[in-house]
């Protein structure tokens, strides 16, 4: 009991520890994975490889390369066209330089499909044998027609 009016009596604790609790990132489940699995797998894979460029970019730590910033992503994966014409991040920008063209959007992926995709995707460890590639190696790896990015 002292404990909890000790809390009451100083504001600053209480609301440092309630902040802590609302403000923690959410966990994905083994379930949000599972999804984000088959969601990459159908849509994903056959552009993107986890470590290496394909028609895509490597994807492992793509979620630090666009600034940690889900809601960029998920507008970019949605519609990076439109996304595009809009106001893009530098990345977004250079991503398209770089490859020369853009993914085809995926308007029917809802903002939990997304995060689901983007949870399967942070679960890669690193890779086991050599470096990811760099925005700057992407073109010189990838083919020369029909890129497409993420």
Known sequence: MKLSSSLFRRPLPLFALL???????????????????????AQCARCHKPYENGTGPALYEVIGRWGND?????????????????????????????????????????????????AYIGSWGPPSAGPVATLGEAAETGPAIDPVVL
Request: glycine share 6%.
């Open 70 to 118: 889900t809601t960029e992503i998920s507008a970019w994966i949605k519609n990076s066209q439109g996304y595009l014409s809009g106001e893009p991040t530098d990345y977004a920008v250079a991503l398209f330089a770089e490859w020369g063209s853009i993914m085809p959007a995926f308007p029917q992926f809802a903002d939990s499909d997304v995060n689901d995709l983007l």
């Open 19 to 41: 902040l802590l609790l609302f403000s923690s990132p959410s966990v994905a489940s083994a379930a949000d994975i599972a999804n984000g699995n088959a969601l990459f797998t």
